[in-house]
């Protein structure tokens, strides 16, 4: 299905998803945690102005939605007029120094044609982290849109042995971070996320601080329905080096500034505090 949804013109798409949003709306769907995450994230705004921000983002989502399947087809020279980027040098430098980079993003803005765009803007090539899809014939699709400008995709369990195995070919790697950890995961750590104690996978810390990776945060923002700009914001000064909570801190800050600018384009349907942290957590 998603294969051939591709194949329709993106205003066409806008205007599909667009509705299908407009229902999702209407019909109350994850409503409670849009209102949920919104309260706890922007307690200063009033009811109206989080009202607002909650009728932006449903719109947004369906937006969304059809750059997310245009992604199949788009085409790089469009993607770039599409997707403009600032401070580049925080990436160019550190490869002309030597270094390799970490990029953090979150699910903010557009993080799928993020993904295309760095494919194909830097001199190194790129491997990114994903959540494998439940079916196989989905995350087949997945990988091949993902990865059509070049990118490796690795799932998130295996990139660290991915990274060893590479012996340290691996120079440029891209991770949406904002994600929540299983309940079972020994992989976490528990941080303040607008003010909430919030669950963070620990691995683009200790990716970052163990094996050399400069940890560079991609603040997104949108310049209108496709148009987006996206910079990239070292987590470190130049020379410093931070242990694996400190980066994880650093990006949490990033993001949460991030956020609070760009509120509707955040994506509020996700549970991220769907369990507490527990006494010995």
């Given at each position: ?12 798409l806008y205007a599909m998803f667009g509705l299908a ?70 990436v160019a430098d550190a490869f002309a120094s030597g ?183």
């Open positions: 299905m998603l294969r051939l949804l591709s194949l329709l013109p993106l205003p066409l949003a407009w229902l999702l709306r209407v019909t109350g769907w994850r409503r409670g945690l849009v209102d949920d995450g919104l309260e706890r994230c922007l307690p200063e705004r009033d009811e109206a102005s989080r009202a607002s921000i909650a009728r932006d983002f449903y719109a947004w989502l369906g937006q969304l939605a059809a750059e997310f399947v245009h992604g199949a087809r788009i085409d790089p020279d469009d993607l770039s007029q599409r997707l403009r980027f600032e401070n580049t040098e925080a270094r390799r980079v970490l990029l953090l993003a979150a699910h903010h803005c557009n993080w799928e044609w993020l993904l295309l765009r760095c494919s194909t803007a830097f001199s190194e090539p790129l491997t990114a982290a994903y959540k494998p899809a439940s079916r196989e014939t989905a995350d087949g699709w997945l990988r091949a849109m993902r990865g059509r400008f070049g990118a490796t995709m690795v799932p998130a369990k295996d990139l660290v042995q991915h990274l060893l195995a590479a012996r340290g070919k691996v120079r440029f790697l891209a991770m949406v971070a904002d994600q929540s950890p299983a309940a079972k995961s020994d992989q976490q750590t528990w941080l303040p996320f607008f003010g909430q104690d919030t669950a963070f996978f620990q691995g683009p810390g200790w990716i970052s601080a163990r094996m050399g990776f400069v940890p560079v945060f991609v603040a997104m923002r949108s310049e209108g329905r496709g148009r987006y700009v996206a910079r990239f914001e070292p987590l470190a000064a130049p020379g410093e080096k931070l242990d694996p909570d400190q980066v994880l801190r650093a990006y949490v800050a990033a993001l949460e500034r991030q956020v609070h600018e760009h509120p509707s384009r955040y994506f509020w349907a996700y549970n991220r505090w769907k369990r507490t942290k527990r006494l010995y957590e």
